[in-house]
C-alpha cells in the first residue's frame, strides 16, 4: 500500500469519529481542541487516553500506547497492520449504511403490534430498555427503497447483506439490534431460523464500552438474556451473542484484572454448562477470576425472569456462583 493511500483512508476517517462510534466520549477538553478521557484499550480508572483531533492521533499515558487510527484499530481490536486497513475500508462503506438501516428498523417497531407483543412476552417491557438498546423492526419490506432514497446505491446494500441478491430485503419479520459491526436480527416467527446475522464479523462484547469499567461483569450468551438483566438493573452485564468468544471479544474480558460471572443457559444437554468450563479455563490462564452462576436446570437468564424470577433471587445467584 502507498503512502498516499493510507493517508487517504486516515483522512475519510478522522480518529475522533472512530472513537466517538465505538463509545467513546471525553471527560474534558484541554488546550488547542485537545481531549482527555477514559482509554479503550485497557482497564482506566482515571482518564489518561489523550486525542488530537487536529492531527488525529492518540496517546495513553496509562498503557503507554499511541499513535493514529490505524494502529488505534490494530490495538483495539487485537489485529496487525493488514486486517486493521481492511476492517476500517470495511467500517467507511457500512457504518452509515447501518446507521441509516438501524434507524429506519427503529422507526418501524412500534408500528406492529406482532413486534411489540413479541418483546412483552421476552418480558422487554421497559421503554427505556428499547431506547438503551435501539431495538427495531423489520416487517415485510421497505428498507431497500428507504436506503436508496437516501442516497445508498444498490450495489451497496448487496454487499452489506442487507438486501439478497435477487432484490428483497433480507430481513423480514425480526426484531431489529444493531451491535458494534454488525445488526442481529431475531425471527419472531417459529417457521424461521431464530438467529440471523449479516455478512462479517458479529463485532465485540455488546454495550462493553458501558461495561468494561466494572470490576464484575456478567457474560451471558443472548440479547434477550441481556435485556432482562439490564432491566432489573444489573447494569454490569454485557453479551457474547453465543456461547462462543471470538478473539475480539476474548481479549476485552482479559485486558485487566477483573471477575466474570458466566451465567450461560443450563441447558438439558449440558452443552451451555460445558461451553461455560472451557471458556473459564482460558480466562483464568490469564488471570481473570471466573464464577459460574447455576441457573435452574433448562432456564437461562430470559426464561428465568419471564417465568418469575426476580433482581433478588439472581442476586442470591451471582453470591452462590462457584469458581
Sequence with gaps: MSCQTLDELKQQIPLLDYLQAHDWQPTRQLSRGRLMGLCPLHCDHKPSFLVDPSKSLFYCYGCGRGGDVIRFVQDYRHVEFLPAVALLYQWRGLAPLMQAAADFYRMQLHRHGEAVEYL??????SPELIEHMRIGYAHSGGLRSWLMQLGHPLQALHQSGLVTAVGYDAYRHRLVFPLQDN?????ISASAPPHRF????????????????YPEVILVEGLFDYA????AGFYNVT????????????GQL???PRTVYLAFDADTNGSGEQAA???ACRLRQRRVQVRRIALPEGHDPNSFFVQGGNARQF????????P
Design 120 to 125: 412483552q412476552q421476552r418480558g422487554l417491557r
Design 183 to 187: 445488526l442481529y436480527g431475531r425471527s
Design 198 to 213: 449479516l455478512p462479517g464479523s458479529k463485532g465485540g462484547l455488546y454495550a462493553w464500552e458501558q461495561v468494561r469499567r
Design 228 to 231: 432482562v438483566l439490564w432491566q
Design 239 to 250: 453479551c457474547a451473542m453465543g456461547s462462543h468468544l471470538n478473539a475480539h471479544q476474548y
Design 254 to 256: 482479559c485486558d485487566c
Design 277 to 279: 468450563q472451557a471458556l
Design 315 to 322: 442476586q442470591s445467584l451471582l453470591e452462590a456462583a462457584q
